[in-house]
């Protein structure tokens, strides 16, 4: 099962004119802590700054504090957003990472 599923890439509104990924978190425990450490340790491989975007509220993707507090359950859309010199290669890396439902075997 899929963490993360694209729904779209580039956009024409304000906060898409920065390479971004639409996507509902489809593991079935939600974004908890193993899956928040690996988004955080993924990220930290590049030097671009990637959001997560949930109702209104922001999250540093590098910090695994700061996606738990998003409280992101199983079917939640969000927004993740990138922007630096690599912005593309770590949203590919993140869907990557989602796509293989976060490393993690089925809990």
Same mark, same amino acid.
Do not use: W, Y
């Given at each position: 099962? *899929?963490?993360?599923? #694209? $729904?779209? !890439?580039? !956009?024409? &509104?304000?906060? +898409?004119?920065? /390479?971004? $990924?639409?996507?509902? $978190?489809? &593991?079935?425990?939600?974004? &908890?802590?193993?899956?928040?450490?690996?988004?955080?340790?993924?990220?930290?491989?590049? +030097?671009?700054?990637? #959001? $997560? &975007? #949930?109702? %209104? #509220?922001?999250? @540093?993707? +590098? +910090?695994?504090?700061?996606?738990?507090?998003? !409280?992101? /359950?199983?079917?939640? %859309?969000?927004?993740?957003?990138?922007? !630096? /010199? @690599?912005?593309?290669?770590?949203? *590919?890396?993140?869907?990557?990472?989602?796509?293989?439902?976060? %490393?993690?075997?089925?809990?």
């Amino acid at each position: 099962m *899929n963490g993360l599923k #694209r $729904v779209c !890439g580039e !956009g024409t &509104h304000a906060i +898409s004119q920065r /390479p971004h $990924v639409e996507s509902t $978190v489809t &593991h079935p425990q939600g974004m &908890h802590a193993r899956p928040a450490a690996a988004i955080a340790r993924t990220v930290r491989q590049f +030097s671009s700054e990637v #959001r $997560v &975007h #949930r109702r %209104g #509220r922001v999250a @540093d993707a +590098s +910090s695994m504090l700061e996606l738990m507090v998003l !409280g992101v /359950p199983h079917g939640t %859309g969000l927004l993740l957003t990138a922007e !630096g /010199p @690599d912005a593309e290669e770590a949203l *590919n890396a993140l869907e990557e990472l989602f796509a293989n439902d976060f %490393g993690l075997a089925e809990e």
